[in-house]
């Protein structure tokens, strides 16, 4: 589900998410002791949060246990990351692995907060998530990397946390992925993955031990209401982007009278498996690289001289890779899935339209540096605290939510489907699918529709081309709701609120601060 993406992406700060260091500065044991203990005495200069009434089936050590705020340090900055927000908190929370043990063995959960500037006028907490699977928000947060538009940091306290797994939380101790830029087209290439990849996939639960059967969303979701409670809070608010919308989907459904006011944005349907969340990726990318192309046109494109040549000419390129990979720097390659990669990261910036220009135009001079740095940025700064293929994080929540292929011959026949509906980006997008198909452990999830008839109404946000989640997905997510409203932004991007669209803007502060539900539809322009 390659799709899931967020905001980390978005706004190329994901290396930010990984890097907020413990909050007292000790060991992380002393933070799960003092978080776990209600009676607990805080450090120094700690606040508390007041747990709310004691969440049903669980020990009173995490349904009723606090969180104890402190000052956020960095244990490694990272490239261009060098401060935190002086007024960022952090603290632990303990929740148990695996819910169905609650008194068994448990992890810390990284939590950041940012107080709201009105006090006086504290509407609650606001607690956002930006996406992934495998992305961490406490460092988003905390170092101010995403930040709420500003009537609604006047009223919330906007609260990151690092999703079991992932950044902060217990990160997975995984093997570094095998790249998927090859792409299998024989059955005997095919087997030859599966079988990389599931020698990979058993490290990774050697390493990472019982953590990883619990990495599915309905545990974050089970997460989100420990945090609920020890912040002291009797609903969630709450803003997911991308993946982070498919968590709230599940909150929704499972503690719907726990429902605050909640923001969907760049939405995923929960209603498709595997197939046919990489089919829409696939759709979705082809209209985005459309959009692209047609707006290189407006500013005379180097590329070609209409929308069509410049697909043409940039698929025939990505595909001759297949057979004759370019050179690049420290013994790399250029090949077709690391190409097809390279093109889809500026994709969900359209700011970024410009780099993705010139570094084709460079590989198809024999260059391919610039174009092999768009494709693995991504790794590069998620993975530069914990030096762990964040993809495994991502392949641990995907692989236990949604069933998908398992067999050699029926993802040869996928990517053969969807090579035929997108030649620049089907085999790639097929490919992907390999990682889940050899995971040592089977989906626990089902594709189904998530209702939430008890809940207050929520709103949903979508650009009306996303690379990453369709609007289409939106449209689904809505019927299945029934009462949730959704505000289109027109234009090509991923992750439209707190971006640059006053009217996306206005609409979503005027539901957070004062409850106000939009119409049923609304479209904004794209700025």
């Known amino acids: 589900m390659r799709g ?20 007292d500065g000790g060991e992380r044991g002393q933070g799960r002791q003092g978080a776990a203990s209600p009676s607990g005495a805080a450090g120094a200069g700690a606040r508390t949060s007041q747990p709310a009434r004691a969440l049903p089936g669980l020990p009173d050590r995490i349904a009723r246990q606090r ?47 940012v107080r709201a500037a009105d006090s006086g006028r504290r509407a609650g907490a606001l607690v956002f998530n930006p996406g992934g699977p495998g992305e961490a928000g406490a460092g988003m ?39 998927g830029d090859l792409i299998p087209r024989t059955r005997e290439q095919a087997e030859a993955e599966l079988r990389a990849a ?70 995923v349907d929960p209603g498709t498996d595997q197939t046919g969340t990489a089919r829409g990726d696939v759709a979705s990318l082809d209209a985005s690289f459309a959009s692209y192309a047609r707006d290189c046109v407006e500013v005379r494109c180097p590329l070609g001289r209409t929308p069509e040549e410049i697909v043409r000419t940039t698929t025939e390129f990505v595909r001759g890779l297949d057979a004759h990979p370019l050179p ?4 790399g390659r250029l090949t077709t899935g690391l190409a097809a ?36 940025e991504r790794v590069r700064t998620q993975g530069a605290e914990t030096a762990v293929d964040p993809t495994m994080a991502r392949n641990a929540v995907e692989c236990l939510d949604k069933p998908g292929p398992r067999s050699a011959g029926e993802l040869l026949a996928r990517m053969g489907e ?35 008839p008890r809940a207050p109404a929520m709103v949903l946000v979508s650009y ?17 709701l029934g009462t949730a409203s959704l505000i289109v932004r027109e234009g090509t991007g991923h992750a439209a609120y707190a971006s640059g669209s006053e009217c996306t803007d206005r609409a979503v502060e005027a539901f957070l601060v004062k409850g106000g539900m939009p119409a049923a539809q609304v479209r904004c322009p794209a700025t």
């Not at 900055?77 to 148990?96: H, I, K, Q």
């Not at 994709?347 to 024999?366: H, I, K, N, S, V």
């Not at 989906?443 to 529709?449: D, L, N, V």
């Not at 009306?464 to 299945?480: G, W």
Request: glycine fraction near 12%; charge should be negative.
């Open 4 to 23: 899931w993406r967020g905001r980390g992406v978005v706004a190329g700060v994901a290396a930010v998410a990984l890097l907020v260091g413990g909050c």
């Open 67 to 113: 969180l104890i705020w402190e000052g956020c340090v960095l244990d490694d900055a990272g490239e261009g990351v060098s401060t935190l927000r002086p007024d960022a908190e952090c603290a632990w929370l303990t929740v148990p692995v695996d819910y169905a043990a609650p008194g068994g063995d448990t992890l810390d959960v990284r939590v950041a907060r």
């Open 141 to 179: 947060v905390a170092s101010g990397a995403f930040e709420a538009t500003s009537r609604v940091m006047e009223r919330y306290d906007l609260v990151g946390f690092d999703p079991r797994g992932t950044g902060r939380s217990e990160p997975l101790r995984c093997p570094e992925g095998t790249g």
């Open 198 to 267: 599931a020698e990979q996939g058993r490290k990774c639960r050697e390493a990472t031990g019982p953590l990883l059967a619990h990495m599915d969303t309905v545990s974050v979701a089970r997460d989100l209401d420990v945090l609920r409670s020890a912040l002291g809070e009797p609903v969630l608010h709450y803003l997911g982007i991308s993946y982070g919308t498919y968590i709230g989907q599940h909150y929704a459904h499972l503690f719907p009278e726990h429902v605050g006011r909640f923001v969907l944005d760049g939405v």
């Open 328 to 331: 690049g720097p420290e013994g």
């Open 341 to 376: 990669q390279g093109i889809r990261e500026p994709l969900y910036q359209a700011e970024r339209w410009p780099d993705l220009t010139q570094a084709l135009l460079e590989a198809m001079a024999g260059r391919p540096d610039a174009l092999i740095g768009l494709a693995v």
């Open 418 to 452: 969807f090579e035929k509906a997108s030649p620049l980006f089907g085999a790639t997008v097929a490919a992907a699918m390999f990682r889940c198909a050899a995971w040592p452990l089977a989906a626990t999830g089902r594709a189904e529709p998530l209702t939430a």
């Open 464 to 480: 009306a081309v996303d690379p990453a989640t369709p609007l289409v997905n939106a449209h689904a997510v809505q019927r299945n």
